[in-house]
Structures are given as C-alpha cells and as structure tokens.
C-alpha cells in the first residue's frame, strides 16, 4: 500500500484522534479500523469502543470519505453497531466480505488467548450522514498517541478500498 502512495498509521488510539498532534488538520479518503476490540470479551467495553472511534472520525473523514470497520458478523449486532452509527451521524452503506489477501501478513488475533478466531468477517462501509467534527476536547499534544496493543492495531488510511471486483452488498438501516 505504501507502494501505491496510501499513507498508514498506526499506534494512534482511535477513541482519542482529536487529541492526537500527528493527526492536526488532516483529513482522510479513507479510515479503517480492521478488528477493534478491547481485549475483554465485556459487549459493554467493545460497544464503547466502537461509539468512541465513531464519535472521534468524522472531522477527519474527507466530504466523500467513508469509514471501514471490519467486524465478526456476530459482533455488529451484539454491539449496537447501527445504534452507534445514529449517535454520531454514521450512515451504513454497504457490506464487503472481508478478505484477508487485501492486507498481506495480517490476521485478525483474539488479543486474550494469542490466537486466530474465526467466523464470517465483513467490512461496514460507513460514511457521514451530516459533517460532523471530533468531539471537543483538549488541543493536541505529543505523545498522546496510545500504544496499547488493543487499539494499536487501527489503520487510517489515504486510498485504500477493495478492487472493483469485490462483492458489495447493501444493507437496509
């Protein structure tokens, strides 16, 4: 990817992007978030996780930018995944398989027991329903950045999206 021009960051808490100083005054194509999870299977923790990236993305989304949160099929449900999207003005516009290949060296990890889990996987494209900006908070500051391991794993993305022969289904919110 980086090949191709897509600029790649990790080690950058996803429910703090307002506060991060790497990321003043950038805005992105593309956001994604393969995975998020708290290392905890608490619904309650791994729910506000996700309400937390949502709340904190818009102001960094281009005006055609879409958002990319790769789940467990299970886990959309079991984590209010649509309710969180009303919250912070997310709308849900397609479903695509997950495909391993299209991140060359990843697989997804159950951070507790350090092993692969399976299930069907599928990518949410979300894109925002108003412009909505981060939350308010402090300025940014160096070294606001988290390295926890749990949260180190998103990726924010320039360019990235499957090749056009990739399945997209649209889901009825």
Not at 95 to 121: L, M, Q, W
Not at 127 to 152: M, R, V
Request: with cysteine.
């Amino acid at each position: 990817m980086l090949a191709k021009g897509v600029r790649v960051l990790h080690a950058v808490d996803a429910t703090k992007l307002a506060m991060t100083a790497s990321l003043s005054g950038m805005v992105f194509d593309r956001i994604v978030f393969n995975f998020p999870h708290t290392g905890s299977d608490n619904i309650q923790r791994n729910s506000k996780l996700v309400l937390d990236f949502f709340a904190n993305v818009g102001g960094f989304l281009h005006k055609d930018g879409q958002v990319h949160v790769t789940l467990f099929k299970r886990q959309f449900d079991a984590w209010n995944v649509l309710e969180a999207c009303k919250q912070t003005q997310l709308t849900l516009v397609a479903e695509i398989p997950f495909r391993a290949t299209f991140y060359p060296g990843y697989s997804s990890k159950n951070n507790t027991a350090d092993k692969t889990v399976g299930g069907e996987s599928i990518t949410y494209v979300l894109i925002a329903t108003a412009k909505s900006s981060p939350l308010t908070s402090p300025a940014p500051t160096e070294g606001n950045a988290s390295n926890n391991s749990n949260n180190g794993q998103e990726e924010l993305k320039g360019d990235a999206e499957p090749p056009d022969d990739s399945p997209m289904k649209k889901r009825r919110v």
